[in-house]
């Protein structure tokens, strides 16, 4: 048998990965990355459910509990939800995706790797180190003042890994712009690309602000001068206003890609164009712009005026437009298509239906009245949840499910996927959907005990954890095995359109033998009608 | 030189600028809370900053301003040079030189200025940690750029008509430092100058 | 030559603002000074930063970082504006 070079055959020793220019690689070192900073913010959760199973604060105490929630916000949101589908599948497959041969400055995106890594060993010593009680929002002024917990560590980390983040956007919008393939206009651009295009204007705008405002806390900190202390003039809402100003955005750094990913597998499995590409374009658009002018809606009760309060409720409301236009659009994909529920397919569908339940939940939240009532609660959490997990996570999954066979050049076992797909989507409703219900009755976040009465729901939330944890490690153990033993796959094994799909599996170093020129739009899987 | 995966130098070039603008951005952006700051502590504590400003080196300050506008006239000569393929190293050295000297007057105010700090209070305490904030982080930028110029000026004979596209990207960083300065000047040195 | 006459510019713009600031106006020495900061950056950005003769994509890029640091200061400025402090019973009227 002849064995052709691909990416992974291109040198063996941990020295060509490690100084590697090739984005494929470099995707892969993200992966596995991610992957572990995704265990370590779980064992964290896997605490949180332990402890909440009982009403008593008997398994760690308060303080312990308060650096478990800090960890896992932390680890979750800046070391795997912000990188996930733009550091691994967007630096795979964006070049592929256009028809170019790497992105626009491979060396820089090897150093945005080492600058995650780097961000992520403080942030570990920062844990070592003893933690951080402040929550991953770090308000003023117990982070800048109270507690006595790592705090400058921790912000070193995270400020650290931002510069990754900035890095990466960077590089995306610099390949999107100059080095689409012959052809390949703005608008036959595949959704994915238009999804992480978006997204990275958002990581380019968004993550100096954070950068700024946590150099502030912890120069605060540190002098015991700044910004944020009334005594000297300044105002904690300060922090607040810049905090959320970078991490209301943030949450569509996190669902945008998904949304990407979800608009290339439904037509894929439905047979069918999407439905209104050029709509769900803008609507992308739409969500990145939109999505800066509605921070103040985490402010709704610190003190922020009511005025300024309503105005943020207004935009809120606002941003749900174009995110249903989304939905509306791949529900639309999906009539008088021929479907087939693949694993990714599963996971797409689920993510839909996940999305649109946490999206819904969003609107109760953003009317000034109810969120009165339900911030702080579990109602929020499960709210953020739906769309970070049942949205982002849901849809990361079905793009490495989906683009396996590219990347490493192996099916993964089908039956497996879909039984994973359905432990999840079950683990996961079982996990969150009674915390709406606790929300709703009262229960307080970030609390490591409550009353009696909201036992039930609490242990059905920890059951449903435990469900969740096996939609996890079943596809570690089988995409692990697929890697070894595996069927073989060929270029196109879903017969998807794209340019991905033309080119080996996996693709060789320089992705195409020949320039590809493209033709004709996006999604052309309808027969000529 | 690596021109993998451009096509063309002309490409390059163009993917350079466009990063280093996008990059610029980001720059500005993460200057924006400490402006925001100020913005902030001025209108709630006019009073404290005015009097906190007033014993700032004005004179000291306005030279400073009118050095750094000075080394983006030679900055931009250097520039032009390279795309004319004619010589920028005299440019690039007097750049880098107004550069130091911005530097060491401002070490020099800066040593003057810390003992005004000790007798602060109050909001008064807030204006000098936004003044050491941003000028200091200012003078980090500072600092960077001029020796990007010294890595310019050592490797100067690589560039010319063909190639020049990182003498235009550091010139625009270069610029983009003195454009923050032009905020910072009259938010530090001319407050009521009239009453001091 | 463009540039010389734009440094020229920078400078008189510099006296100028230090200038104005030894005549008592009021809000509006504030108001003159950012505006003559905001007309020396312009300066900068056109003509040394090459602005003028660049494509739309690169005066798009520098224009969307001024946007977004006015939302930043604007959508902000809806709570600080409207803030209204109202003390507690038994709190110190100057409080």
Not at chain 1, 357 to 373: E, M, P, R, W, Y
Not at chain 2, 25 to 37: I, K, M, S
């Amino acid at each position: 048998m002849v064995t052709v070079t691909n990416y992974l055959s291109d040198g063996f020793t941990l020295r060509s990965w490690l100084t590697t220019h090739d984005h494929k690689r470099i995707a892969v070192l993200y992966m596995v990355a991610i992957t572990a900073f995704f265990f370590l913010g779980g064992a964290a959760a896997t605490m949180i459910r332990l402890e909440l199973a009982t009403p008593q604060g008997d398994l760690v105490s308060a303080d312990t509990y308060n650096k478990l929630f800090t960890v896992h916000g932390v680890v979750m949101v800046w070391f795997f939800l912000i990188p996930s589908i733009p550091a691994v599948l967007g630096n795979f497959l964006v070049p592929l995706m256009i028809g170019a041969k790497d992105m626009a400055f491979p060396r820089l995106n090897l150093a945005s790797w080492y600058v995650y890594v780097l961000g992520g060993l403080f942030t570990v010593a920062a844990l070592v180190a003893g933690g951080v009680d402040t929550g991953w929002t770090f308000y003023t002024p117990y982070s800048t003042r109270f507690t006595d917990s790592n705090v400058i560590l921790v912000i070193l980390g995270v400020f650290i890994v931002g510069f990754s983040s900035i890095l990466t956007g960077l590089n995306i919008i610099v390949t999107v712009h100059k080095l689409r393939a012959p052809g390949l206009g703005w608008f036959r651009l595949p959704l994915f690309i238009w999804a992480n295009y978006a997204t990275s204007l958002i990581l380019l705008l968004a993550t100096p602000v954070l950068a700024m405002t946590l150099v502030l806390v912890a120069l605060e900190r540190f002098t015991g001068i700044g910004i944020f202390d009334p005594a000297l003039g300044g105002d904690p809402l300060l922090f607040q206003h810049l905090f959320w100003f970078y991490s209301h955005p943030a949450v569509y750094i996190m669902i945008l890609p998904a949304m990407g990913v979800a608009s290339e597998i439904i037509p894929c499995f439905a047979r069918r164009t999407v439905f209104g590409y050029r709509f769900m374009a803008y609507a992308i658009l739409g969500i990145a712009t939109l999505g800066f002018l509605v921070w103040g809606h985490h402010m709704f009760v610190s003190g922020q005026s009511m005025y300024a309060g309503m105005v943020f409720s207004m935009l809120s409301f606002l941003v749900a437009i174009p995110s249903a236009i989304k939905v509306f659009n791949w529900t639309a994909t999906l009539y008088k298509g021929s479907i087939f529920f693949s694993a990714p397919m599963l996971y797409a569908l689920g993510f839909v239906g996940l999305f649109t339940i946490g999206g819904l939940t969003g609107l109760f939240l953003a009317s000034l009245a109810l969120d009165v009532h339900l911030t702080d609660t579990y109602f929020v959490v499960a709210h953020f949840h739906y769309i970070m997990v049942g949205g982002s996570v849901m849809m990361y999954l079905g793009a490495l499910h989906f683009w396996w066979p590219k990347i490493s050049g192996r099916m993964y076992p089908e039956m497996l996927g879909r039984i994973a797909a359905l432990t999840l989507f079950l683990g996961f409703n079982l996990t969150f959907f009674p915390q709406y219900l606790l929300g709703w009755l009262g229960m307080p976040r970030r609390y490591h005990e409550y009353p009696p009465e909201f036992q039930l729901l609490n242990l059905f939330s920890s059951a449903g954890a435990a469900v969740l944890a096996v939609g996890y490690l079943l596809p570690l153990g089988y995409l692990g095995w697929s890697l070894f033993f595996g069927k073989r796959a060929p270029a196109n094994p879903w017969g998807a359109t794209g340019l991905e799909w033309q080119t080996p599996s996996p693709p060789p170093k320089h992705n195409f033998e020949e320039q590809p020129v493209v033709t004709r739009g996006p999604y052309a899987y309808d027969p000529v009608r | 030189m690596p021109t993998i995966p451009f096509d063309s130098r002309l490409e390059r070039r163009e993917a350079a600028l466009l990063a280093m603008w996008a990059f610029l951005v980001t720059e500005a952006l993460f200057f924006g809370p400490l402006f925001f700051g100020y913005v902030h502590g001025r209108i709630a504590n006019p009073a404290a900053f005015v009097s906190a400003s007033h014993p700032m080196h004005v004179v000291l300050g306005t030279l400073n301003t009118a050095l750094l506008m000075t080394s983006s006239l030679t900055m931009a000569l250097a520039v032009r040079g390279a795309q004319q393929g004619k010589a920028i190293r005299l440019w690039l050295a007097l750049t880098a030189l107004l550069g130091l000297a911005f530097l060491g007057i401002k070490a020099s105010e800066y040593w003057m200025e810390s003992s005004e700090v000790a007798k602060a209070s109050g909001a008064e305490l807030t204006f000098y940690f936004l003044y050491f904030a941003m000028t200091g982080l200012h003078a980090l930028h500072l600092t960077i750029g001029i020796g990007v110029v010294a890595w310019l000026w050592r490797h100067a004979a690589r560039f010319g008509r063909e190639y020049h596209a990182p003498v235009e990207v550091s010139g625009l960083y270069w610029h983009f430092v003195d454009v923050v300065w032009v905020f910072l000047y009259p938010m530090f040195y001319l407050l009521e100058r009239y009453n001091a | 030559m463009t540039y010389v006459l734009t440094w020229l510019a920078l400078m008189i713009l510099l006296a100028l603002t230090c200038a104005s600031s030894y005549f008592p106006m009021g809000p509006w020495n504030t108001i003159a000074n950012m505006g003559i900061s905001c007309a020396k950056a312009l300066l900068i950005a056109i003509f040394f930063m090459h602005l003028k003769n660049a494509g739309a994509l690169l005066r798009i890029a520098a224009f969307t970082g001024l946007v977004f640091l006015a939302i930043l200061f604007g959508l902000s400025w809806t709570d600080y504006a409207t803030r209204q402090i109202s003390p507690a019973p038994w709190q110190d009227p100057a409080a």
